[in-house]
């Protein structure tokens, strides 16, 4: 059974940095496309970064240059390192994972989710 298990959330002041993990088991991080998607109280859930099995990325405009997705695939581990935080970086941040295809963030291409890991970002 496929398990995602996010942790590294927790409060930050804007302009700090942040990094998120997620420990996969019975998935491959090195044979996968993966992704870190966002979630904040009254909005939908949105993708933020991801990444596939050739270590091909995908950012959203908000998270470009920003953000950095990667992986350790000895330790089978989703990374996404959040530089330059800001207040609307907060929300509940989750690990997906891609049985099929390249690198996505449309939500509904991913068939395995984390818990989350909440992310507080103060002015």
């Known amino acids: 059974q496929v398990r995602l298990v996010e942790s590294g959330g927790g409060s930050a002041q804007a302009r700090g940095s942040l990094r998120l993990s997620c420990i996969a088991s019975?998935?491959?991080?090195?044979?996968?496309?993966m992704a870190w998607f966002r979630h904040a109280p009254g909005q939908q859930r949105e993708g933020v970064a991801a990444?596939?099995?050739?270590?091909?990325?995908m950012y959203t405009s908000s998270s470009r240059n920003r953000f950095i997705i990667s992986r350790d695939d000895a330790k089978n581990t989703l990374y996404l390192q959040m530089n330059t935080l800001k207040p609307e970086d907060t929300a509940m941040y989750y690990c997906a994972a891609k049985t099929l295809g390249l690198r996505s963030l449309l939500l509904n291409e991913y068939n395995y989710w984390g818990q989350g890991t909440q992310v507080t970002v103060s002015a």
């Open positions: 019975e998935y491959s991080v090195r044979t996968g496309s």
């Open positions: 990444i596939d099995s050739m270590n091909l990325t």
